[in-house]
């Protein structure tokens, strides 16, 4: 049996976060278990309240997951401060957590912003360095660099920069890129791979971000490549994407349950 592990926040609309990382786990045939780091009272309009969990109760989540299961890989979502990036870098590297990928969380998709500033140097020099692959979306990159990303080639090159920090591969998101292509980077330390998506007529896409970075964390469990899973999850994003849930007012989720369904479909079209 295939485990891993999510360390991030709560989203009470199901959408996002811990709720959604634990679907994806599941509809992938990986058993998941969690550390939460925050509470939100959130729903598809926004986020109405963050509530942090200290760090030392978080410590103690991992801390009881890891000590007894032998997780196969893990991901960081939303992580509240300094404090909090600097214990979880501690026990993830005390467990020696190799297979690890960082959702660098700092906005929420309603414009909330999730991460101090201050945190975001902690972030690179304590987590990017222990981390397998690291997946910010064009905001995200922009921040930890420094600078606007708004091209295909200006990804590349965040890429190759973000690389820089320690991670052993880079996934520059291209959801926010202008244009009816959506484009993601895929960096290594040595080559490049693009992989380009038609964009959905969709505003259903709360929880993407976690929802792409469970799906890498859960192909990673399972013995893939960080290519070969960045390449696996991409596909399931994108039907999670085209298959979103059209509840409450707002934005609503992606559907990690997307694959079973599409699976369902082929399966019943072979009798």
Same mark, same amino acid.
């Given at each position: 049996m295939y485990k891993a592990l999510t #360390?991030?926040?709560?989203?009470?609309?199901?959408?996002?976060? #811990? %709720?959604?990382?634990l679907k994806t786990f599941a509809a992938l045939g990986v058993y998941g278990t969690s550390a939460i780091t925050a509470l939100t009272a959130q729903n598809t309009l926004g986020v109405h309240g963050i509530h942090p969990v200290p760090? $030392? *109760?978080?410590? $103690? %989540?991992?801390?009881? =997951?890891?000590?007894? #299961?032998q997780i196969d890989a893990a991901k960081t979502g939303m992580l509240g401060d300094a404090e909090l990036i600097t214990m979880v870098a501690e026990v993830l590297s005390k467990y020696n957590v190799r297979k690890l990928v960082i959702d660098p969380v700092m906005v929420a998709e309603s414009g909330d912003r999730l991460l101090p500033a201050a945190a975001v140097e902690t972030l690179c020099k304590k987590l990017f360095p222990l981390a397998m692959v690291i997946t910010p979306n064009l905001p995200e990159a922009g921040v930890l660099l420094d600078r606007e990303i708004k091209t295909v080639d200006e990804m590349i090159w965040a890429a190759q920069e973000l690389h820089r920090f320690g991670s052993q591969t880079v996934l520059v998101k291209g959801g926010h890129l202008?244009?009816?292509?959506? =484009?993601? =980077? *895929?960096?290594?330390?040595?080559? #490049?791979?693009? *992989?380009r998506e038609q964009k959905l007529p969709t505003k259903h896409t709360h929880g993407s971000g976690c929802t792409y970075a469970a799906a890498i964390t859960a192909g990673l469990a399972k013995g893939q490549s960080p290519l070969a899973a960045v390449k696996a999850a991409k596909s399931f994003i994108t039907k999670a994407i085209a298959h979103g849930l059209d509840v409450g007012q707002g934005y609503g989720p992606t559907n990690p349950m997307a694959v079973l369904l599409t699976a369902d479909c082929a399966?019943?079209? %072979?009798?």
């Open positions: #360390i991030a926040g709560s989203d009470s609309g199901g959408g996002a976060g #811990i %709720q959604t990382d760090a $030392a *109760f978080v410590a $103690a %989540q991992m801390e009881a =997951v890891l000590s007894d #299961i202008p244009g009816e292509e959506m =484009v993601d =980077v *895929f960096y290594d330390g040595d080559t #490049i791979h693009l *992989f399966d019943s079209s %072979q009798h």
